[in-house]
């Protein structure tokens, strides 16, 4: 965990809810029982098979699994079904995406903080 300060947290853009980092976890929603894999950008990929998921993710897979309230579902989108460990490598999609403001295209706004004197 990195620790930054209020005048450099102030810098970032509101960019909305933070979303689960590609390739770590697995979600579902509470409604649905669908196991979902993580891309960019909050794209959610059906695992179709516990199988596959093991495959994956290893036998302990669904240690990985955590449940989204319904009510944070929208801030992802479905994308592809994953129907075979080819279509979808969880080391590459972290990679991919090495940190939350590369996920969520925040960027820091180009301003000079003027610190007080007093």
Known sequence: MEEVSDEELSQYDF?????YRPGVYLVKIQTDPKVYAVSNNGVLNW????????RLYGEK???????????????YSIGDQINDENEYDPDDEEEQTPSLDYNLGIKKQNKIIKKEVK
């Open 47 to 54: 695992i179709k098979t516990e199988s596959l998921a093991a």
């Open 15 to 19: 960019a909305g809810n933070i979303q």
């Open 61 to 75: 897979w669904n240690l990985l699994v955590d449940d989204i309230p319904d009510s944070f579902f929208v801030n």
